[in-house]
């Protein structure tokens, strides 16, 4: 059986900085539903919608005050409506972010909880007179937050948070909690909505405030979440962002037997090991983690990608693998966030190398499950370091030479975030306009790669074969199903290599280069030549019917 999630590619928007349609400088949902044609045109056929609820924007949106509205600023419920039934016209599925960890301290029920002991909304969090010793010491953003108790003079009590502390975190052991997230999603799966990015689900699920407050114990919580979700759409997909040890990786799918937690996750792990091999120019750690990798449940699939809206989260490196990427990809202090990550965009952290920026992708689209693409990332749009924290990866979309790169028309001292308008970076040399009239753009690039994913089912359906190559910068892996196999390989050096490879099983003879950097003579027998970071994608033909 296959899943519609399987085979789509997903593109994440913050729909505020996507396309300003009447000019207040926010993107709005007019704006994203006018550019629907271009991602239809792309190859996308999924969207991932970053929160546009109601919000005081403290932390992007990621801060709500009413999960059931759209922020005025960003449009109304009927232009979500309407942007919904014209995804539909195009088939494009949409996801969006579900923020049930906290809510803002801006939240009606926070403002409740807070004035009143005996208010029914003060266990929607979790308060204490006084911070017990060991706890309240896991602040996400170190740095910025240094406990996760904050006292509110109002309520004369202590309350949790994992991040801001403007970001009181919700109290899902109580029932009446999740009884709300219950309705906000079926108001949202009512209009049409295909799932649900579950933001912060180790937290969601957590033990807030306690001494182990990353203990996940209640994996019940998502069960049930899923069940009823089930109920209103059978296709519903719930996308975890679990960044989680390797050894629990794979929890967030539910037990082996009964995979009735989350359908996807984000691939965290493969994000760093990408990272990592890209750095060190060597294959090996890839190989390693492609190895282990656990295999989904028939109903699971990763979600795999190179950047998103945060920071790069070197976390679950060792240090020196850590000092290896930050060295190569954020030698500057200003390009790190938290002591742990890297607040940088693709391109300019790979310095604009188109050759890197390819193989990079190349790995992405090629390894087993569902690849994301971030707005922007299909013309290599930059960062601006100048922003704080994690701003500086959220500019607005590029869309042309116009002013604001076509994204807004409000001057732009009134943009909700500056668009980069200077360096190598800058709109006026990294557009889409441009790169669409020019068919060796990176854009066209990127747009032939999705093609040829889509008419290769095998790469996210596929069981992958790890195959030995005689060359430490080259990783070979194969994917095969339903009779069709994919072989791809990589060059993370920067030097050309030929490279005898064990293909044993497979009779290369036979098959056809179907994606490359470069053209390449056809593989006679086991050995490969590559480019400096090359790629060449075989695939065998079709099985010989009997
Ligand atoms: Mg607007």
């Known amino acids: 059986m296959t899943y519609w999630y399987d085979d789509v590619i997903v593109y994440g928007i913050d729909v505020k900085v996507f396309c300003d349609s009447n000019g207040d400088g926010f993107g709005d949902f007019r704006g994203l539903t006018g550019k629907l044609d271009y991602l239809t045109d792309l190859g996308i056929d999924c969207v991932w919608l970053l929160p546009f609820y109601p919000s005081p924007l403290r932390d992007n949106g990621y801060d709500v005050t009413d999960y059931c509205d759209v922020d005025p600023r960003l449009g109304t419920l009927d232009d979500f409506k309407a942007f919904m039934a014209a995804a539909k016209e195009h088939g494009i599925r949409v996801l969006i ?106 937290m969601m699920i957590a033990d807030k405030g306690t001494e182990d407050p990353f203990s996940q114990s209640r994996h019940a919580i998502v069960r049930e979440m899923r069940a009823y979700a089930e109920t209103i759409n059978p296709e519903v997909v719930l996308l975890a962002e679990a960044n989680t040890e390797p050894e629990r990786l794979d929890e967030f799918f539910g037990s082996r037997t009964d995979a009735d937690e989350m359908n996807m996750l984000f691939n965290f792990l493969l994000n760093v090991y990408i990272f990592l091999v890209l750095a060190r120019g060597e294959a090996e750690q890839l190989h390693e983690f492609l190895r282990i990798l656990p295999h989904t449940p028939e109903n699971g699939q990763w979600l795999n990608f190179l950047r998103n809206h945060d920071e790069l989260d070197l976390s679950r490196l060792t240090e020196a693998e850590r000092e290896d990427v930050l060295a190569a990809f954020a030698p500057d202090p200003a390009m790190r966030a938290y002591d742990r990550g890297i607040r940088r965009r693709l391109a300019p952290m790979l310095n604009g190398d188109r050759r890197r920026m390819e193989l990079a992708f190349s790995l992405l689209f090629s390894t087993p499950g569902t690849p994301l693409l971030m707005w922007g990332d ?169």
């Open 378 to 546: 299909e013309i290599g749009m930059g960062d601006d370091l100048s922003l704080e924290e994690r701003e500086s990866v959220r500019t607005p979309m590029q869309w042309s030479r116009d002013s604001n790169g076509g994204f807004s028309s409000a001057p732009a001292a009134k943009l909700f975030r500056p668009v980069i308008d200077k360096g190598d970076f800058g709109y006026q040399r990294v557009n889409v306009a441009a790169q669409q009239s020019d068919s060796q753009s990176f854009w066209h690039w990127m747009r032939r790669l999705m093609r040829c994913t889509h008419q290769l089912p095998e790469l996210n359906h596929g069981e992958i074969d790890l195959i030995r190559a005689d060359d430490s910068s080259v990783l070979v892996h194969a994917s095969t199903w339903e009779g069709k196999t994919t072989i791809t390989i990589h060059n993370l050096s920067a030097e050309p290599c030929r490279v005898h490879c064990h293909f044993e099983g497979y009779d290369l003879s036979q098959f056809e280069d179907v994606f490359d950097d470069q053209p390449y003579e056809r593989v006679e027998g086991s050995v490969i030549e590559l480019h400096g970071y090359g790629y060449r994608w075989l695939r065998s033909p079709a099985p010989q019917s009997d």
């Open 97 to 202: 972010d579900l923020v049930a960890n906290h809510t803002s301290s801006d939240h009606a029920w926070f403002q409740a909880a807070r004035q009143d002991r005996e208010s029914p909304y003060r266990d929607y969090y979790v308060w204490v007179d006084e911070p017990p010793p060991n706890t309240g010491k896991t602040p996400v953003f170190p740095g910025v937050e240094d406990s996760n108790w904050t006292y509110d003079a109002a309520a004369d009590a202590h309350y949790w948070h994992y991040f801001y502390r403007h970001q009181p975190g919700l109290n899902h052991r109580n029932p009446k909690v999740r009884e709300e997230f219950r309705k906000v999603m079926a108001f949202w799966l009512q209009l049409g909505v295909d799932g649900f990015r579950i933001d912060a689900a180790p």
